[in-house]
């Protein structure tokens, strides 16, 4: 079984400024890892996902992640943020034990872009 | 490619009454998921489905029925609906495991 801990609900951020969303994850199975974003009143959009190979993904908008397996983590990361950036994002898990559908989220983070 | 396409989009339903809420894909995908969205408590994963005719639970499947006769379809069923099912309903798709998930538009449904 997977689960997912998102250590910020709230991150309240200036324009321009760096952001860093943390995520961690428990698997007892090999995981792809996801970040998800969601603008106000919207559906989920993919941000960046790993699957394997470079533990650092590069994802739309200026996002990327780091895949670090030994602190089971995968925080998300932009070094500018906008005010079109404010939305929650979620960090998901799924097995790769053929477990397709099985995507499990994180509680969101709520990321505020204050100008 | 319409993607996934859930119906209804809004639905108020009184306690006690039942409903099936639509999934539908296009992709010939053949993993589909139900989640449930709650403030503070993310998406949790009501049932999920990884072929025709094979269905299993997820995080929160009480109170919820689903069925798969068709890859393309992935219906969830509320038997005797509870203002706690008062959620937005996302149903999902993706064509194998690592792949990227297609999200539908929601279903917000409010059970007074």
């Known amino acids: 079984a997977q689960s997912v801990t998102q250590l910020d609900s709230q991150v309240p951020v200036f324009e321009e400024a760096p952001v860093e969303l943390r995520c961690n994850y428990s698997s007892s199975v090999s995981v792809y890892l996801f970040w998800y974003v969601q603008y106000p009143n919207q559906g989920l959009q993919l941000l960046l996902k790993?699957?394997?190979?470079?533990?650092l993904v590069k994802g739309i908008n200026g996002f990327e992640a780091e895949f670090n397996k030994s602190q089971t983590s995968f925080h998300l990361r932009k070094p500018s943020v906008h005010i079109s950036d404010t939305a929650e994002y979620f960090c998901a898990v799924s097995g790769r034990n053929n477990q397709g559908g099985k995507l499990i989220f994180g509680q969101g983070t709520e990321l505020s872009v204050k100008p | 490619n319409a993607g996934v396409t859930q119906t209804p989009k809004f639905q108020v339903l009184k306690t006690g009454q039942s409903m099936t809420l639509q999934c539908a894909q296009d992709m010939n995908h053949e993993y589909m998921s139900w989640y449930r969205q709650d403030p503070g408590m993310g998406l949790r994963l009501i049932h999920y489905s990884v072929g025709a005719g094979i269905t299993d639970q997820g995080e929160v499947p009480n109170g919820y029925n689903v069925s798969r006769s068709t890859t393309e379809d992935f219906p969830l069923r509320l038997l005797s609906a509870a203002p706690s099912q008062t959620s937005v309903y996302f149903c999902a798709s993706i064509r194998g495991t690592g792949g990227s998930y297609t999200f539908g538009s929601g279903t917000r449904l409010t059970v007074v």
């Open positions: 790993y699957l394997s190979g470079s533990t």
